[in-house]
T-cell receptor, first 115, second 114 residues
């Protein structure tokens, strides 16, 4: 049982380049989300999905696209990277029934630098 | 003003000390409160979960919620070097399957010295 798997762990981009951060979970969770973590800012929600085919914006969606074609996968796309997108990105999922389903399971993160 | 405020620290204590970590918030509709622990270069993991006001204890950890003061706390008794991590508070107004979004504090970096 791998939980939430993120790839790559590290990435360096040049301004204007595009890339996709991958996220997969094997817990059959309905809910998946992407956060970015910056010093002094905590975790901020970028996009989230409550099921396959359904996505919605979080607090800081600009510059990012997502799609959810399967329950397992939730990729995050940067179409034209900017230095302001230098951050650590976390994918997280949750599911199940009852109040314990509020627990978010996080991946190990992707450290992205945009030069 | 952020919805959730947390002193970023860093906080350094000797082994065995009692640690108090705190968050204040402005939205009185928050009713689900959590503490996550994040080790260096790892993703956060849920430590404590509390609904509404009151206390919850789990081993050396106690979570307190005071909704009248819009203030939550995490206490760590007999702190250990293995407790060294960043602690993030998080809260939401609704369950996630009701559309609730989890709002995080900035995180407090804790170091427990042997």
């Amino acid at each position: 049982n791998a939980g939430v798997t993120q790839t790559p762990k590290f990435q360096v981009l040049k301004t204007g380049q595009s890339m996709t951060l991958q996220c997969a979970q094997d817990m059959n969770h309905e809910y998946m989300s992407w956060y970015r973590q910056d010093p002094g800012m905590g975790l901020r929600l970028i996009h989230y999905s409550v099921g396959a085919g359904i996505t919605d914006q979080g607090e800081v969606p600009n510059g990012y696209n997502v799609s959810r074609s399967t329950t397992e996968d939730f990729p995050l796309r940067l179409l034209s990277a900017a230095p302001s997108q230098t951050s650590v990105y976390f994918c997280a999922s949750r599911g199940g029934t009852g109040t314990t389903n509020e627990k978010l399971f996080f991946g190990s993160g992707t450290q992205l630098s945009v030069l | 003003q952020k919805e959730v405020e947390q002193d970023p620290g860093p906080l350094s204590v000797p082994e065995g000390a009692i640690v108090s970590l705190n968050c204040t918030y402005s939205n009185s509709a928050f009713q689900y409160f959590m503490w996550y622990r994040q080790y260096s270069r790892k993703g956060p993991e849920l430590l404590m979960y509390t609904y509404s006001s009151g206390n919850k204890e789990d081993g050396r950890f106690t979570a307190q919620v005071d909704k009248s003061s819009k203030y939550i706390s995490l206490f760590i008794r007999d702190s250990q070097p293995s407790d060294s991590a960043t602690y993030l508070c998080a809260m939401s107004t609704l369950l996630y399957n009701q559309g609730g979004k989890l709002i995080f504090g900035q995180g407090t970096e804790l170091s427990v010295k042997p």
